[in-house]
């Protein structure tokens, strides 16, 4: 079992913030945001940690030597491609994998009671619900499609895990996405490959707590999780 932390993107929504300083360094609590992550998935004895850098990268090399276990895979185009192209760099450690996106804010160490035997999207319910991406389920819970709405159901996290059979479907059909014009479409993620494999592979859920987690997406964000936990 390994994590894989996608943290290549500019950050362009903080604006002048992230200009010098990369959204996944930002403190919390006196630690980089990134940093309690790694340390919560060591605790966790998820030691094998991988990195996918681009927008100044040379921010996390220090991460390499702090903790033994992390290991940094640079994109080179950061600003041209979206996230299919970091994912693909990361594609030859994707085998029972959790995915954690780094504006990702964990309050508590999710992952020490977490054993997943099966792909798993980690849900919360937001307070404050936009357009978010939702999960489907069928009887036997089942993830069986994603459906993007501001209602208050269950919402993707920023936290996955993919078990290896469906880690083997997603590589086999990866090659199918990597031309131009997906790549250069910033309205779409990683995310929208399972999510056109959602017939073929075995997803289920699981939901976290209420402000166990937050995702920072822009400064009005930051300065929310800042002073919910001060």
């Not at 950050?11 to 006196?30: C, D, Q, V």
């Not at 289920?204 to 964000?221: P, R, V």
Request: hydrophobic share 40%; with cysteine.
């Amino acid at each position: 079992m390994n994590a894989i932390i996608l943290a290549a993107g500019l950050g362009s929504r903080f604006e002048e913030w992230t200009k010098t300083k990369h959204k996944a360094l930002l403190p919390i609590n006196k630690v980089p945001n990134i940093e309690r992550t790694i340390q919560f998935l060591i605790e966790a004895k998820i030691n094998e940690i991988y990195i996918v850098t681009g927008h100044l990268a040379n921010q996390f090399e220090y991460l390499t030597k702090k903790f033994p276990g992390v290991k940094l895979i640079f994109n080179k185009m950061y600003k041209e491609y979206n996230s299919i192209y970091s994912f693909k760099l990361a594609l030859p450690y994707f085998e029972d994998s959790f995915i954690i996106d780094a504006d990702t804010v964990f309050l508590e160490n999710i992952f020490l009671n977490l054993k997943p035997i099966q792909s798993t999207y980690f849900t919360i319910i937001r307070i404050d619900q936009e357009n978010e991406w939702c999960p489907i389920l069928d009887n036997n819970q089942k993830v069986i499609d994603i459906k993007i709405t501001d209602e208050q159901l269950p919402s993707l996290s920023g936290v996955s895990f993919w078990e290896m059979q469906d880690c083997k479907i997603i590589k086999q059909n990866f090659s199918n996405y990597l031309q131009s014009k997906n790549l250069k479409k910033p309205s779409l993620y990683w995310d929208n490959i399972p999510l056109d494999l959602i017939e073929t592979l075995n997803i289920t859920i699981f939901q976290l707590k209420q402000n166990t987690l937050y995702e920072m997406d822009n400064q009005k964000d930051y300065l929310k999780i800042i002073k919910s936990i001060s």
